[in-house]
Structure formats: C-alpha cells, structure tokens
C-alpha cells in the first residue's frame, strides 16, 4: 500500500528564517497532496494542497512543490513567525481513492 | 458555517468494554472518514462512507465498524476495547478534496 515517509521529525528555525519539510511517496497513482497543521490538543488543519498535475503551488509564506517523477513533495514556510510552532504533516491520496495517507509528522519550532 | 462537530470530546473506558463515537460533517459534505491518530504519530486511515456505502477500510481489526446515516452523521463503533486502542479519534467530512477535521474525540483505555 501507499507509504509516505517525512523528513525532518524536528525542526528548529530562528523566526523569520525559512522553514522546508520534505516527503516522498511510494503510489505513483496518488495525485492529490494535502499538507496539514496541528496545534497542541487540535485538530488537523488543512494549510494548502498540490494536485499532480501542478507542480508548484504559493499562498502567501507557504509554498509547496511537486516532482512526480521523484515522488517527493516539500512544504516551504518563509518569514516564519511564533505562531507556526506546531506539528506538520504531509500526506497523498490516491487516483480514485479518497483516503488520505500521512506521513509521521514534523515537530517545528520558531526560535525567538 | 458550522464545521465538523464530534462527541463526545473525551471519553474513559475499561478494557473489553464497547465504545460508539459520533460524527456530524460540515452541511452539505456527504463523505465521513474516520481517523486513529496515536500520541506523536499521524492520522491512520480506518474507515470512509460515502452516500451511507463503505467506500474504503483501512488495516484495523473486526473490532471496529462504522455506518453513515441518511443525514450523513457517522459513528464509529468499537467492541472489546484493549489498551491500544487510546488515541484520538478524529472524522474528516468532505465534498470532494479535501478533507476537512473534527475536533477528535479523546479515548483513554483502561
């Protein structure tokens, strides 16, 4: 079955540095890629998402980027600031399947 | 604009004992999944109903069932609870992509 592994599990930048999170998937199937936030004792919140058939997608200080032939996705948060201290987690969906696949999760800290 | 809602938000069970978790999805989504998510671990997929059909299981034991409503509210069921099955229980509703979350229901075996 589909396996999404994530890279870095931790990750401390000073605030206003750039923040990158790396994933690869193993479905060359999977078409979809959702990247979510969760704060301490939250929900998952859905922060920006990537189609395959895009291969960079910018909103605002978050960009994700997609190399299908590599199978690896990244997310990029620039100007970081304290309030994007949480947990981060890549994931893929399937061609015709609506299950989302996570990865393990990055822990970000914003160092003052 | 009343997001997905779940009950309830905690809840203490004993070993082999039953629990039932509800889900109520974002007006107008009629896709309900259900997701384990373990402390430090990302959400694992376990069920998706769409139009009150099971479209999708992930790797979970009998132990766990699910069924969709007419009003396409879910509930997750599961029977001979065992320590590992303390997690957050968390329902995503959906149009189509993507997939949005409740707040999770909190369970802790005992």
């Known amino acids: 079955g589909e396996n999404v592994e994530q890279h870095p599990s931790t990750l401390s930048v000073q605030e206003g540095d750039s923040a990158v999170i790396k994933c690869t998937y193993s479905?060359?199937?999977?078409?979809?890629f959702p990247w979510y936030k969760q704060e301490l004792g939250k929900r998952p919140q859905l922060i920006i998402d990537?189609?395959?058939?895009?291969g960079e997608k910018k909103d605002q200080r978050i960009a994700v980027t997609l190399n299908k032939t590599a199978k690896h996705f990244s997310l990029h948060i620039t100007e970081t600031q304290p309030e994007d201290s949480a947990v981060y987690f890549c994931?893929?969906?399937?061609?015709?399947?609506?299950?989302?696949?996570f990865g393990k999760g990055t822990r970000l800290h914003i160092l003052p | 604009d009343a997001g997905v809602t779940q009950s309830p938000t905690h809840l203490i069970k004993t070993r082999g004992q039953h629990v039932t978790l509800r889900c109520s999805p974002i007006?107008?989504?009629?896709?309900v999944s259900w997701y384990q998510q373990v402390l430090g671990q990302g959400p694992q997929f376990i069920f998706q109903?769409?139009?009150?059909?099971?479209?999708g299981r992930g790797n979970f034991p009998d132990r766990f069932s699910a069924r969709q409503f007419p009003n396409y509210s879910s509930e997750l069921n599961v029977n001979a609870l065992l320590l590992g099955d303390s997690a957050l229980y968390l329902c995503?509703?959906?149009?189509?992509?993507?997939?949005?979350f409740g707040p999770g229901t909190r369970l802790l075996v005992l």
């Open positions: 995503a509703s959906s149009f189509t992509e993507p997939q949005y």
């Open positions: 479905d060359s199937a999977s078409n979809y």
């Open positions: 990537i189609r395959s058939n895009v």
């Open positions: 994931a893929a969906v399937g061609r015709g399947d609506d299950k989302i696949i």
């Open positions: 007006s107008g989504h009629k896709s």
């Open positions: 109903y769409y139009e009150k059909e099971e479209r």
